[in-house]
């Protein structure tokens, strides 16, 4: 032990110990769905093969965890109830083990037995949907895409052969849009009940429904958190079954003074308890990618500048937009020692509050905890939805410290002091559906036929002025019609899996004869910005003022100037919009060349998923017969067709450049300014923006010069000075409307 290791010990005060005894389950026999074949030998009842070794020993790890031990318990459970909900820590093998338990004990035979009915397993996250379904896939001997599969927003990984799927609770609410009674499955397994995200909340009350008119459906409610007793009253006391944890004593440290700067105070952190601390991986939770990268490049950075003196580490991170394969990194081992007798080497993951519950990494004994969250917020008054970096609640704490005692003893360094836990950490995080604009959700609600929002049965009803905005956004944009049935065009705009503007926009594209370049701007706003968990990961562009970083343009440390000017070249003056319908163009000119990306600082990845959005987009508008069309690319009307169009959706996300130079945003009257990534040459009266940022200074991002005169030909119901605040933009419109006046009058002459 070192002196800095003593430095770094009085920074924090030792507080809290916490032990639960670890109990292993002795075990025999074999893994579900075994039978004998003729040589007898086990075969796979699911794809008719022997199994493999591996299947065997992973079966043995399976065994150890502590759902096993409650494995008959909890089939005789299900089989006498409806509902159930399941308790249990994180990591004591709930996802992966409780669905194959339901596969074993339950008759998922129909009576034509053509094809199989299913068990679906929801998740918050699509990360989790992946990688779970992944092991799973694993543990039972099948290929992944065979008879386990996973289906997240743009990608569906299962075949007529699934029997059990993995999904984000945004597609089962999207499934329940066609098959309204859920009836191809058997099972639902609701997971991570207790992150209370939008799409949850929300099946919950449509699952109780449905759980009347189909006696023979069975939900099972699983939680880690004991808040599960709040489940628990909302399913007419179903039965409430907790798995024994199986956690390790974890020493809590608190700094002893507020930290000024968590990120550059994580980072010492990690480095300290490699220098000091035994062997044990580490696990530090930051707010997101970006944030998560220069993390991993500065702890990676200071570590190889120590040479010899340490352990070699790998640095890996977690967060919603990582490629499956390096999502796969977070569960391979710590290096070896360089030399023998040398340091120990670690494993480093910087993650999102993913790592929290939805994944479970095993191996890890440093939990470092800065104590924030990107989390979203909702202020229904200027209709503003963001995602705020703000600190977490004392129970999200409770299960980062959690992760460091999965296999031994841990530490966790709160980079927060112990009063500041005390008294500003809010006991539990808010369900997701009072911090969000519900539009999507209403338009959702509508479509599965729920007409009166305010009977819903809500766990916790959102705030009426939350609904009501809902309502009448989707009201302007023709969704609903003015006693709030859903319309012809609201019908239409529901199927899409985005965003009530964007559906808008891409319905509404073929009257001005661009669909085709509406479908690519749309794929690239939705393609290249995926972002954690709205709906679970469905709804997702633009809605109304959300902050998503477009991250389709490179912009490495060493080569700044370069990628600025490999922007530049792809700029389009009207507006950062038709700059991403550039590059999507330049791309497919290319052939899709991944050199072709990496030479004009174009991220390959995010325009391939764009590519692949751009796709399901089309298939939808094909099932609606909304043709594919272009204006001449040559016409002058080309660029103007399409930003009419753009407006034809987001009429209500426009800011008005005032005489004092500032962007004021219409109606709300929010003060804004253009976010600097923008490519415009000028700063144009009107723009529509697609995000609304929230940082010290209210910054609208992806904008597009608009005229005035197309505000109210396009959107004259909306742009109605009669109930408008008095403000510049009104004068203004005023006289755009005078102006119109006159020439109608003049072409009657
Ligand atoms: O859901 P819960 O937190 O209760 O546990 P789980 O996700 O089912 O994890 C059970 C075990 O499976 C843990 O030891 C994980 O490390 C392991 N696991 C894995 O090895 N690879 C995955 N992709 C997911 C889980
Ligand atoms: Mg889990």
Known sequence: MGTERKRKVSLFDV??????????VKTNGVGPGAMMNNNN??????????????????LEKRKSLPVWQQKEEFLQVLKAN?????????GSGKTTQIPQFVLEGV??????????????CTQPRRVAAMSVSRRVAEEMDVTIGEEVGYSIRFEDCSSARTVLKYLTDGMLLREAMTDPLLERYKVIVLDEAHERTLATDVLFGLLKEVLKNRPDLKLVVMSATLEAEKFQGYFYGAPLMKVPGRLHPVEIFYTQDPERDYLEAAIRTVVQIHMCEPSGDILVFLTGEEEIEDACRKITKEITNMGDQVGPVK????YSTLPPAMQQKIFEPAPPPSKEGGPPGRKIVVSTNIAETSLTIDGIVYVIDPGFAKQKVYNPRVRVESLLVSPISKASAHQ????????????????????????DLQPQTYPEILRSNLANTVLTLKKLGIDDLVHFDFMDPPAPETLMRALEVLN?????????????????????PLDPQMSKMLVESPKYNCSNEILSISAMLSGCHQQLSCLGSMPLVGMHHRILIPNCFVRPREAQKAADEAKARFGHIDGDHLTLLNVYHAYKQNNEDPSWCYDNFVNHRALKSADNVRQQLVRIMARFNLKLCSNDFNSRDYYVNIRKAMLAGYFMQVAHLERTGQYLTVKDNQVVH?????????????????????????????????????????????????????CEAKRVLERLYRKREKERENNRK
């Open 15 to 24: 507080v809290d110990e916490t032990s639960v005894s670890a109990k292993l």
């Open 41 to 58: 030998s086990l075969i796979n009842r699911w794809n008719g093969k022997p199994y493999s070794q591996r299947y065997y020993e992973i």
């Open 82 to 90: 409806q509902v159930i909900i399941l308790v249990g820590e994180t």
């Open 107 to 120: 008759d998922i035979e129909t009576p034509d037995r053509r094809r199989k009915m299913m068990i679906a």
């Open 315 to 318: 640095v890996v991170p977690l």
């Open 400 to 423: 980062r410290s959690g992760r460091a005692g999965r296999t031994q003893p841990g530490k966790c360094f709160r980079l927060y002091t112990e009063k500041s836990f005390n008294n």
């Open 476 to 496: 302007y944009l023709g969704a609903l019609d003015d006693d709030g049935n859903l319309t012809e065009m609201g019908e239409k705009m529901s199927e899409f």
């Open 674 to 726: 253009l976010h600097p990534s923008n490519c415009l040459d000028h700063k144009p009266e009107w723009v529509i923006y697609n995000e609304y940022v929230l940082t010290s200074r209210n910054f609208i991002r992806t904008v597009t010069d608009v005229r005035g005169e197309w505000l109210i030909d396009i959107a004259p119901h909306y742009y109605d000075l009669s109930n408008f605040p008095q």
